[in-house]
């Protein structure tokens, strides 16, 4: 199985959870986007009806569009039924990161709103620690002078040998822009954060930042793939 198939599996088992009539937060990401089309599949088959999706990114958006699933926002649907959505890492206590994909504020904003959030990753995204696995912890900030917001986050965690660094567009050396015009610095640290509460309210005190990907508490169940099965976990 490839990479690819376990997250696909993943993402099916996770819309096993989905029930005709219920408002779904659609995300976004390379897992996601199996489990935005195994919902459309579904209701093309009738075997899901009145299904309302709410999209965590323009780029699910535009999935969702194209395969006829129907959309709505928080703004008319404040509660959602379910959320499933992939994550860049998985802690035992199913806190995550996510946003390396760069929609985290929506869909923070979204899973935040939700009843059920099933997350769903291939084995490859557990760690012990968030931010352990050498890959960045990314944090949404305004454009207005955010080198000085990236000084500041760095400057926040140096004691966990942090790097503070602009994400630029690939292949680029412009900053890159999240769907909602902001931008995103990515922490990458040499050692774990301590206690991800108090590092979760020391980034967002800091005027400049939007909001961060770490995931705390929010998750319900945690959907694993890998070589030996797909396993489920509640909270
Ligand atoms: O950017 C994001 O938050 C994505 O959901 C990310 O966390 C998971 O992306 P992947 O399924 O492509 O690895």
């Excluded at 999935?63 to 035992?92: K, R, Y």
């Excluded at 935040?112 to 769903?120: N, P, Q, R």
């Excluded at 900053?175 to 020391?202: C, I, P, Q």
């Amino acid at each position: 199985l490839t990479q690819d198939d376990l997250k696909k599996l993943a993402a099916y088992k996770a819309v096993e959870y989905v029930k005709s009539g219920m408002v779904v937060g659609l995300g976004t990401g390379s897992t996601a986007k199996h489990a935005v089309a195994r919902i459309s599949e579904l209701l093309r088959q009738g075997k899901l009806r009145d299904i309302i999706g709410i999209p965590t990114s323009t780029t699910t958006h535009e999935q969702a569009v194209s395969l006829g699933i129907p959309l709505s926002d928080l703004d008319s649907h404040p509660v959602v039924d379910l959320s499933i959505d992939g994550a860049d890492e998985v802690d035992p206590a199913l806190n995550l990161v996510k946003g390396r994909g760069g929609s985290l504020l929506r869909e923070k904003m979204v899973e935040g709103a939700s009843k059920k959030f099933v997350v769903i990753v291939d084995e490859s995204k557990l760690v012990k620690h968030l931010g352990g696995s050498g890959l960045a912890v990314p944090v949404e900030v305004v454009p207005f002078c955010c080198d000085f917001t990236r000084g500041k986050l760095e400057e926040l965690f140096r004691e966990a040998g942090c790097k503070a660094k602009l994400r630029v567009k690939s292949g680029g050396e412009t900053a890159a822009v999240t769907d909602n015009g902001n931008f995103v610095v990515d922490l990458y640290l040499e050692r774990d954060m301590g206690d991800l509460e108090a590092a979760s309210e020391a980034i967002l005190r800091l005027p400049g930042v939007v909001e961060h990907g770490m995931f705390l508490g929010i998750a319900t169940t945690l959907i694993v793939a890998g070589k030996s099965g797909v396993t489920v976990k509640d909270r």
